[in-house]
């Protein structure tokens, strides 16, 4: 089935590609309904200070959410019979089957109707909204005094599975699986997280996520990384040896 991708929505890392509509058979089915806010700006508010916003470690340090941490949010989630999809960079390391780099966030997809019990248990282990001017109703982070942050995204299908509201995940971008530790979870598809790390300018964790993806899955590198490609003579600079 080919796809054809339009124009971004605020998500993760401020844009990513959406689903736009279905070619083939089903290419009369209009678009998805999309909620669009402001575009962002990441600030805090006047009053606050780094170390006074949830989410920022004591001391001022990076935030930063460990494999154990991302565990046992998962399982809190289970135990509440709450189905969640794991998306960025815990995605990349779930599907490689080991952790390559810290994570300054969970960036999690669930469906909208459990968004208020989300809140409700991560408020009850001390997670707060963090003020971020691009948070709306269907993507808001939430942290905690121990510098840990979850990135929600959440979503809504019809009975046909048609998206009709939130971030509009593809359904079948929310078919992945993998590993935390040794830990069985799901996560976002080899191809769609490849997909959803093109759209926005680009670092060099991109590069790595997506190059080890590409390699691991037999995928293609996106034309968008070109500029990050090395030639041998140049591959210490980077790190890579």
């Given at each position: 089935m080919s796809?054809?991708?339009?124009?971004?929505i605020p998500g993760r890392k401020g844009l990513f590609p959406v689903f736009?509509?279905?070619?083939?058979?089903a290419s009369t089915m209009a678009p998805a309904k999309v909620i669009t806010p402001t575009?962002?700006?990441?600030?805090?508010?006047?009053?606050?200070?780094?170390?006074?916003?949830?989410?920022?470690s004591p001391q001022g340090s990076p935030p930063e959410i460990t494999a154990g941490d991302v565990i046992?949010?998962?399982?809190?989630?289970?135990?509440?019979?709450?189905?969640?999809?794991?998306?960025?960079?815990?995605?990349?390391?779930?599907l490689l089957g080991g952790q390559t780099r810290t994570h300054a966030d969970l960036d999690i997809a669930v469906q909208h109707k459990?968004?208020?019990?989300?809140r409700t248990l991560l408020e009850a282990k001390g997670f707060r909204d963090i003020p971020r001017d691009d948070s709306w109703d269907c993507n808001f982070v939430m942290g905690d005094d121990r510098g840990r942050q979850v990135?929600?995204?959440?979503?809504?299908?019809?009975?046909?599975?048609?998206?009709?509201?939130?971030?509009?995940?593809?359904?079948?971008?929310?078919?992945?699986?993998?590993?935390?530790?040794?830990?069985?979870v799901r996560c976002i598809s080899p191809e769609w997280l490849v997909q959803f790390h093109t759209g926005y300018p680009l670092d060099e964790n991109d590069y790595r996520d997506v190059k080890a993806l590409c390699q691991r899955f037999g995928l293609a590198l996106p034309a968008e990384y070109a500029p990050f490609v090395t030639t041998p003579d140049t591959r210490h600079l980077r790190g890579e040896e």
């Open positions: 796809i054809d991708f339009g124009a971004g736009v509509k279905y070619l083939g058979a575009p962002h700006v990441h600030a805090l508010p006047k009053e606050a200070t780094a170390t006074e916003t949830p989410g920022n046992e949010i998962i399982q809190l989630f289970e135990q509440n019979h709450i189905e969640l999809c794991i998306d960025g960079g815990w995605a990349v390391d779930a459990d968004v208020p019990q989300i990135d929600i995204h959440s979503y809504t299908y019809d009975s046909a599975g048609k998206h009709v509201y939130g971030v509009a995940y593809p359904l079948e971008s929310l078919t992945g699986t993998g590993r935390i530790q040794g830990y069985p």
